[in-house]
């Protein structure tokens, strides 16, 4: 997988990029999307978390945390968005990815503290 097939700018080539990010989960190859992952391009990145997200919940949630620091505003709102996504698909794990969430509630771009709120709103209230 050569890194240049994440990337694109709009159109076709934004579709490739998708694509191939979900071959990789498709393939189950997470080592190469969390190589993805400390990409200098943020789109790269975004790809990544999303493919990701579909990917086992044991081997990416680590790494996503990490990402939830990213300094480009747009990764990290992805990464919260893909965490609150497993929250909602896996309760067993939410204790651990709540403080996360409420973290990111506080961010100080609006629209990662919005999509965190959103995304805990989302999880159901525990019994």
Known sequence: MVDGDFYG????????GDRAAL?????NEVSALSNALGSDNAMVRIRAVRALGACGVQAITPKLVELAK????????????TLGKIGREHPEIRDELRPILEVATKDGRRSVSDEAVRMLKRWPEEN
């Open 9 to 16: 700018n709009g159109g076709e080539k934004r579709i490739v």
């Open 70 to 81: 990213d300094l480009e505003a747009s990764v990290r709102k992805e990464v919260i968005r």
């Open 23 to 27: 071959a990789l989960v498709r393939h």
